[in-house]
């Protein structure tokens, strides 16, 4: 089975649900995503870092350096308040997406 | 996950690159080091992170440049919201002591208020060019001449001097000749008078003019005998004729002849000035309706007749002075080429000389500028004044918060931050003292301008304009940044904050500080009291001055017959003589008097040799020059002069006796000591044929104006002079109507519809009360003194407060020491008096040296002021009693509050 490449406009939605279960670094944030979707989706992963800047300068992250469980520095991206609003109103959107995809592929043809 | 020590963004977009490689290397460390848990060789990791991250540098561009971004916009934010609250607070500040702060607000509204509203006026009437392409070329040629009998005149040009000076100047790219005259037009509507510039094509080249239609006029159209053209200015075609260009070509009929449109001028073109003849009373709403050319022919005959304004436009390079010395050295060749008009004798009687001075000089004279930056000047100290009273004001406040301030100093305030802390403080309140005062200022000039004099040149240029503006806001700019650095001149350390453990007094520094600043206020108030005090002084004696005549109830107006219908003399003397009767009719008139001048407006404008019989001259006499006016029967009468002898009456006129009437002034010097009434004098020579005889003589009068010399005039009753002119002497007459008391200007209806009903196509003009005229004579010594008093009386007001706040500072300053000396035995009447006394002393400082200011500066005024001298001691003593009382009454009520203070509880807070 091939990899799925990333619907436009989706990861940013993704980074946000992930980030709404807790703080995490940007490599927590891929094997979280890799555990989840049992690796099927695939990204480039240094585009990760410029998508997370971009939420921050939104005010829908916040970032700050931590320590990791091995005692290594790193930084780490939390969701705000208006992150969450933000998560609530795309997911939303989301399922309307796909449940009016889904219907469109899943209809009869016509006779 | 522990947080041992958090951050939020890079704090500089330098560490921003850093921070980005910080985080991306853990990225790719931890992921090599998984793949190896999970098997893989370093090598075959590092590949497999390398080719999963992507390009590293270009994703760290781009993270980059959102960082950097992000930083700058909340920055921005940052500051935006320190600015908001810094204002807030300032705001609150201010609140917390409405008195303090409606004070200084409305000092400083009045100060930059002021301020930019004189500035406009300067601007518009001094600093700004005349509306002219490179205005700085353009000079203006006349003749000063010093004519006995009507004193130091600046004389035109006359043909002859034009036709030499524009041969043979170098200094001069051209020369042109103008002067200005009326012309009742008919076509295009009703009858009316157009203003007339009467020029010499050259006009056009010199202001560097352009047709907006048709053409202008060009050196053909000035020689004699050339087709009658005529260019309309743009505003008056557009007025007349509604901008239809269709009327070029066509014929403008005028009352005496016809003239061929040719062309429209270009918008906004006038004249600098009006010829030198013109009534002085209305210099300032000058403009040009039409522009006719000037016939001149080079070859003569030439007259000794100046009434030619001659303006030229400097070659590149050459300046003023220059133009000067060659017309000056020019002029010595007239008696050579021109014998006939310029006599050796005349050149020496008359002291006739050439003068080239700066266009701009010319028209604004010496007085207008001189006015207006005294006036500007006067202002500036009025903001001096009020910025010291607000700068005084502040340092008290900021005093009171000497300790707060050196806490937050303490606490790691930088230099930087404390200035912001005053700054937004001062520029809160200089900024919207600023605002308000350019808004009050707007209103001011409106004001202004309804009271101004019309005998101002350029005033109706006068608009509100963003330069003043600017000027108002960087003015308010400038004074809230200087009274945010005066607390910063001080101690605001801990030594500070020690200090203001023990009662905060003021340290001997700043006292001395306060000091000046206030003896400084009160000697610029007085500078200023003392300049208007001698304006007022000035004024009061011009209107003391018996004119000779009476101004009240009586109307002015005058009336243009055209000429193609009243071409003679017979028809236009008996067209006046009916019109004065049916007007004499109208009930409240008691009297009709007709002249061909009005007091005060166009008397002595211009003059007429005056002779008597040759063998009456005694060696070196001097022949005069003086005001030969037409009047008809009922002028003095009319104007309330009383006559010694005999008026002449109609019967004079019908049966062409010589009888004239002449001034007391000019009298006394024809025939000093001597008879008067039947003396023969003459405009024709000394050797003439043709002899008027003096029937009256009227009393000292001053017709000119009321700080002139009493007037030397001849009044003629309408004789044989002049009366073929083809500008029609009697054609132009102004009506003199003295009523039993009824408002003059409520007859103007009436004598409307008379003249309407004679002809209705005589225009009706200018009516207006004679009171009015002599008052707008007056005007420019009013206006300066109005102005000059506003700006005296809020510096005196500005003055009181200040000293005020001053010794109510020092009284609370010194409430420990006062209450030491209460107990110590000191009486209530020494209380009071150590305070007074302190007032005293800083006023009377202010006082010396204001009066040392005051000598110094108001001899530059000494020519404005009409018998006063600038030293006037009734209005200096007056000025330094004044303030005394100020200084008094300032220290008053802190006088009361310091006798009031209980020592126990004084020395207690201490």
Redesign the interface.
């Known amino acids: 089975m091939t990899d799925l490449e990333l619907v436009r406009g989706t990861f940013d939605l993704i980074l946000l649900k992930t980030l709404s279960w807790g703080p995490m670094h940007g490599l927590g944030i891929l094997r979280w995503i890799e555990t989840a979707t049992e690796s099927e989706l695939q990204v480039e992963e240094g585009a990760l870092y410029p998508a997370l800047h971009r939420l921050e300068q939104k005010g829908l992250l916040t970032a700050e350096w931590g320590v990791t469980d091995k005692n290594r520095r790193a930084k780490y991206y939390r969701i705000t308040r208006l992150g969450r609003k933000q998560l609530a109103s795309e997911v939303t959107r989301w399922s309307r997406y796909t449940n009016a995809v889904g219907r469109i592929l899943e209809a009869p043809g016509a006779a | ?9 890079p704090s500089t977009e330098a560490r921003v690159e850093a ?2 490689n ?3 290397q ?2 790719i460390e ?2 090599i080091e998984q793949f190896m848990h999970q098997g893989m060789s370093r090598e075959a990791a590092e590949a497999e992170v390398q080719r ?5 540098h270009s ?1 760290l561009q ?2 980059r440049e ?2 950097v ?2 930083i700058r ?1 909340r920055e921005r934010a940052h500051f935006a919201r320190t600015l908001i609250s810094e204002t807030r607070r300032s705001v609150r500040q201010l609140l917390r002591s409405p008195a303090f702060t409606l004070v200084a607000f409305i000092t400083l509204v009045l100060g930059i208020g002021a301020t930019t509203a004189i500035f406009t006026v300067l601007d518009a009437v001094v600093l700004r060019p005349l509306p002219y392409h490179n205005a700085h070329e353009l000079v203006s040629v006349l003749h000063p001449a010093t004519v006995p009998g009507s004193g130091d005149r600046n004389w035109g040009l006359s043909h002859a001097g034009y036709v030499h000076f524009r041969k043979q100047a170098k200094t001069v790219q051209d020369l042109a000749l103008y002067r200005t005259t009326g012309f009742i037009v008919t076509t295009g509507g009703d009858a009316e008078v157009a203003r007339v510039a009467t020029a010499t094509s050259s006009i056009f080249p010199v202001l560097r003019a352009q047709p907006a239609f048709g053409r202008l006029t060009v050196a053909d159209d000035d020689m004699p005998g050339a087709r009658d053209v005529v260019v309309l200015s743009y505003e008056y075609f557009q007025r007349r004729f509604g901008g239809d260009t269709s009327v070029i070509g066509k014929t403008l009929e005028a009352a005496h002849g016809n003239y061929e449109i040719v062309g429209v001028a270009q918008p906004g073109l006038t004249l600098p000035m009006p010829g030198p003849f013109a009534s002085t009373s209305n210099l300032a709403a000058f403009g040009v309706d039409l522009w006719v050319p000037e016939r001149v022919n080079p070859d003569g005959p030439f007259y000794n007749n100046h009434p030619f304004v001659g303006i030229a436009r400097l070659a590149s390079g050459a300046t003023a002075e220059a133009a000067q010395q060659e017309f000056t050295a020019l002029m010595t060749e007239f008696t050579t080429l021109f014998p006939d008009v310029y006599s050796d004798r005349f050149m020496k009687n008359y002291n006739f000389r050439v003068g080239v001075s700066e266009l701009r000089n010319a028209v604004l004279g010496p007085q207008v500028p001189r006015t207006m930056w005294m006036l500007f000047g006067s202002v500036l100290v009025v903001l001096v004044i009020a910025a010291a009273n607000v700068a005084n004001l502040f340092m008290v406040r900021f005093e009171a918060r000497r300790r707060d301030a050196a806490v937050r100093r303490a606490l790691g305030a930088d230099g930087v931050h404390m200035a912001a802390h005053y700054l937004s403080e001062t520029m809160l309140l200089s900024l919207s003292g600023g605002i308000v005062g350019i808004a009050a200022a707007g209103a001011g000039i409106r004001a202004l301008l309804a009271i101004a004099p019309t005998n101002i040149p350029r005033l109706p240029e006068v608009s509100f304009t963003w330069r003043s503006a600017g000027v108002g806001m960087g003015i308010a700019a400038v004074l809230g940044v200087l009274m945010a650095l005066l607390p910063l001149l001080r101690r605001t350390t801990l030594a500070a904050l020690r200090d203001s453990t023990r009662g905060s007094s003021a340290s001997p520094r700043q006292r001395a500080a306060r000091s000046t600043l206030i003896v400084s206020q009160v000697a610029l108030a007085v500078v200023l009291l003392a300049s208007a005090g001698l304006m007022l002084r000035s004024f009061a004696e011009l209107r003391s001055v018996r004119p000779g005549f009476s101004a009240d109830n009586v109307l002015v107006f005058e009336l243009s017959l055209p000429f193609n219908k009243y071409g003679t003399r017979e028809s236009s003397m008996t067209f006046h003589r009916e019109m004065q009767e049916r007007i004499r009719g109208l009930p409240g008139v008691t009297a009709v008097g007709l002249a061909t001048g009005v007091p005060m407006e166009d008397f002595g404008t211009g003059c007429s040799v005056v002779f008597k019989r040759s063998i009456e001259y005694v060696e070196g006499e001097q022949v005069p020059c003086v005001a030969t006016p037409i009047a008809l029967p009922g002028f003095f009468e009319a104007l309330g002069i009383r006559v010694e002898g005999r008026i002449p009456d109609w019967q004079d006129i019908d049966t062409r006796t010589q009888a004239v009437v002449v001034t007391r002034a000019l009298a006394d010097r024809m025939w000093p000591g001597g008879e008067h009434f039947g003396r023969n004098i003459g405009s024709n020579g000394r050797d003439s044929e043709v002899w008027y005889n003096v029937a009256g003589v009227i009393p000292e009068v001053r017709l000119e104006a009321l700080d002139r010399q009493p007037t030397e005039a001849v009044f003629y009753a309408a004789t044989a002079l002049r009366e073929s002119a083809r500008d029609g002497t009697l054609t132009h007459l102004a009506y003199f109507v003295r009523t039993n008391g009824v408002a003059p200007v409520s007859l103007i209806p009436s004598i409307r519809s008379l003249v309407q009903e004679r002809d209705a196509s005589v225009p009706f003009l200018d009516p207006r009360a004679l009171t009015d005229v002599v008052e707008r004579s007056m005007a420019r010594a009013s206006f300066t003194m109005v102005l000059l008093g506003i700006a005296a009386t809020v510096a005196l007001c500005l003055s009181l407060v200040g000293l005020y706040g001053v010794i109510s500072y020092v009284v609370s300053q010194r409430r420990g020491e006062i209450g030491v000396r209460m107990a110590l035995g000191a009486t209530v009447t020494d209380v009071v008096r150590l305070v007074v006394s302190h007032s005293v002393r800083l006023t009377v400082t202010g006082v010396a040296l204001g009066l040392f200011l005051t000598l110094w500066l108001t001899r530059t005024m000494e020519a404005l002021l009409y018998e006063v001298s600038p030293t006037d001691p009734v209005v200096l003593l007056t000025v330094v009693v004044l303030l005394l009382v100020v200084g008094l009454l300032a220290s008053a009520a802190p006088a009361r509050r310091a006798a009031r203070i209980d020592p126990s509880e004084a020395m207690r807070s201490e």
């Open positions: 996950m522990n947080n041992r020590k958090t951050f939020r963004l921070e980005l910080d985080e991306f853990f990225h931890e992921r999963r991250f992507g390009d590293y994703h781009e993270a959102i960082d971004t992000t916009q």
